[in-house]
Structure formats: C-alpha cells, structure tokens
C-alpha cells in the first residue's frame, strides 16, 4: 500500500491540454463528492455493525475511501476550478445520500451497483489513446482508485448475500446504475472532451442496470 501511495502522491506537472484539464478537473469534482460521501458512511456502517467480521471490512472500505479523498484532493491542487454547479450538486448528494438504508444489505448491494460502474468509468477514461491514458499523474490516481473499488466491489457483494442475486436486488443496482447515469449526463461534455462517447458509456451503465450484474 505505502508503494502505491508513493506513487500517486506525486506531485509531477500534468500533461494535460487546458481543455483537458478542465475536463478531468468537472470528472474529479464529481468523484470527490462521491469519496467524501462514501469516507462518511463506511465509517459510520463499521460503528453501526454487530458482526466483527463485517466491522472489519467495513473500517477498510473506510480507510480506503479517505485515502482516495486525499488523492483526489491533491489531484485538484494541480487542476482548474471547475466553474460552480449548484443544480449538479444538489443532485449528487441527493443520489449520495439515497444510497444509504437502514438495512445494511441494501446499502451494501448499492455499493456493488456503483463502485462497478465507477469501475467501468474510470476505465473508460483511461483507455487506450485517451488523453488521461496519457498523462502519468492522473491516470496513476484513477488507476490505484479503480483497483480499490473492484475490491469494494467484491467485498461488498459477499457481505450482500443472498439479496445481491435476487430479483430484489437487482432491481437495487438497477436503480443506482439509472441514477448514476442520469448524474452523469450533466458531465455529457467533459467525457466528450476527454475522448469518452458519453452515449456509449451512459448506454453501457444502463444496460448492466437492466440486466444484473455478472456474478
Ligand atoms: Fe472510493
Ligand atoms: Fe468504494
């Protein structure tokens, strides 16, 4: 872990055009919100949790969730200011919010649905060619954040059996997915910019969302 933190603390130039900063800059934005939100809420689930197994995953989620804000945060120093979004985030921290349920196999069967599609995204923003690709320090970021959220992924899906392979719980991750890509449509122009066919991407989240995941 300390490696990787090295790594994605460094604080080398971007190679980023100005559009392309601006660009990633409206992306993390977006992100950092979700980080801060999710910091907060796995560390109140591991308070909340009877089971010490659990406990500990969730403290681990916890302390990867602030790392990321930490890396995102730092990531942001280098960038532009995106230019202020009241409606977005009223929206966002709308959806944040809604993610969270009394039953904690509810909350954790979300988590499966959005941590997989952030998985997807920052995939898609890191692909071959992609101006992100690229350029060393941000796609170091995406990268070590990706790589925690498939493990989010994985782990929030054993703590969500057996609703996570119901009819219900499909419809739960259908519900995130529809969310997340209404969300994302307001940041149509920013994955344009940085070579990402928001239609493709938005398509491809709503799909999984009718669907199920693949176990
Ligand atoms: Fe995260
Ligand atoms: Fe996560």
């Given at each position: 872990?300390?490696?990787?933190?090295?790594?994605?603390?460094?604080?080398?130039?971007?190679?980023?055009?100005?559009?392309?900063?601006?660009?990633?800059?409206?992306?993390?934005?977006?992100?950092?919100?979700?980080?801060?939100?999710?910091?907060?809420?796995?560390?109140?689930?591991?308070?909340?949790?009877?089971?010490?197994?659990?406990?500990?995953?969730?403290?681990?989620?916890?302390?990867?969730?602030?790392?990321?804000?930490?890396?995102?945060?730092?990531?942001?120093?280098?960038?532009?200011?995106?230019?202020?979004?009241?409606?977005?985030?009223?929206?966002?921290?709308?959806?944040?919010?809604?993610?969270?349920?009394?039953?904690?196999?509810?909350?954790?069967?979300?988590?499966?649905?959005?941590?997989?599609?952030?998985?997807?995204?920052?995939?898609?923003?890191?692909?071959?060619?992609t101006p992100?690709?690229?350029?060393?320090?941000?796609?170091?970021?995406?990268?070590?954040?990706?790589?925690?959220?498939?493990?989010?992924?994985?782990?929030?899906?054993?703590?969500?059996?057996?609703?996570?392979?119901?009819?219900?719980?499909?419809?739960?991750?259908?519900?995130?997915?529809?969310?997340?890509?209404?969300?994302?449509?307001?940041?149509?122009?920013?994955?344009?910019?940085l070579r990402v066919?928001?239609?493709?991407?938005?398509?491809?989240?709503?799909?999984?969302?009718?669907?199920?995941?693949?176990?």
């Amino acid at each position: 872990m300390g490696v990787v933190a090295t790594n994605v603390l460094n604080d080398r130039p971007l190679r980023l055009s100005a559009t392309h900063s601006y660009a990633v800059a409206e992306l993390v934005d977006v992100l950092a919100v979700g980080e801060d939100s999710a910091a907060l809420t796995f560390e109140y689930m591991a308070e909340c949790c009877s089971t010490a197994m659990l406990t500990s995953t969730l403290k681990g989620i916890a302390a990867d969730e602030s790392r990321h804000q930490l890396w995102l945060a730092r990531l942001k120093q280098a960038l532009p200011e995106p230019a202020p979004d009241v409606a977005l985030r009223r929206l966002l921290h709308r959806f944040f919010a809604r993610l969270a349920d009394r039953d904690m196999r509810v909350h954790l069967v979300r988590i499966v649905a959005l941590d997989s599609a952030v998985c997807q995204l920052l995939g898609a923003l890191q692909s071959a060619g992609t101006p992100v690709s690229k350029d060393a320090r941000t796609s170091s970021v995406l990268r070590a954040i990706q790589r925690d959220e498939a493990r989010h992924v994985a782990l929030a899906r054993r703590s969500a059996v057996p609703l996570v392979y119901t009819a219900r719980g499909k419809e739960l991750m259908a519900e995130v997915r529809e969310g997340l890509a209404h969300v994302l449509t307001f940041r149509a122009a920013a994955f344009d910019a940085l070579r990402v066919d928001p239609d493709r991407l938005l398509a491809r989240l709503r799909r999984l969302a009718r669907n199920g995941l693949a176990k």
